[in-house]
């Protein structure tokens, strides 16, 4: 099973994945390539550093965002994957990405959709004083998180969490959850 990860940011759940394909425990996954949306990330740095193939398609280089979008879908689809993983990845794709990857699109989300979707899920949870969020992962269609979930797992939020101490411990999480969901996917499931 051939996948694109697309990141916008530190990778640590990219990571993750690179080591389960990278000792075997994430068997018959090949990252094509990895790809972000801006110059720099640190995503796309340990990727290099792994050896991986990794693209820019940078959102500021467009003055349209369809032609962002256009872009983006034409990147990805050169590599023929099987799946594209939005993994930490802060950009809505458009109808034609969509479209082009049709329920191949996975998603990963800090907070039990429908539930907090958006850019900030694990601060929004905080700020609302829910007891207990956790992580999603989804099929990903033209809406802001929203789509058929996958593999759902709450996580208790203690008194004393921050945004940044409740995220590392969503992110362990969400870990587990996206490589097995990628194991899944892997056996046809
Ligand atoms: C992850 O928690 C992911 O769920 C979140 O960004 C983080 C990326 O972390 N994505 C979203 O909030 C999308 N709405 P990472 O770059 O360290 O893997």
């Given at each position: ?8 940011g ?6 993750a ?33 792994a050896g991986?193939e990794?693209?820019?398609v ?17 990147k ?94 969503i ?13 899944d ?5």
């Amino acid at each position: 099973m051939r996948i694109v990860v697309l990141v916008s940011g530190t990778g640590s759940n990219l990571q993750a994945v690179i080591d389960a394909v990278q000792d075997g425990s994430l068997a018959n996954v090949e990252i094509a390539a990895v790809g972000a949306d801006k110059h720099g990330t640190l995503g796309v740095e340990r990727s290099a550093q792994a050896g991986i193939e990794t693209f820019v398609v940078n959102f500021k280089d467009f003055e349209d965002r369809a032609d962002w979008n256009h872009a983006l879908t034409e990147k990805c689809l050169s590599y023929a994957p099987d799946y594209v993983v939005s993994s930490g990845f802060m950009r809505i794709v458009g109808e034609e990405f969509i479209n082009a990857f049709d329920g191949t699109y996975i998603n990963t989300h800090p907070a039990l959709l429908p539930s907090f979707p958006g850019a900030h899920g694990v601060r929004d949870a905080l700020a609302y004083g829910v007891k207990v969020t956790g992580c999603t992962v989804h099929i990903a269609d033209t809406g802001v998180d929203t789509g058929p979930i996958l593999r759902q797992e709450a996580v208790a939020i203690e008194d004393d969490d921050t945004e940044d101490t409740l995220h590392e411990r969503i992110k362990v999480v969400e870990r587990r959850l996206l490589i097995a969901t990628l194991a899944d996917l892997a056996q046809g499931k």
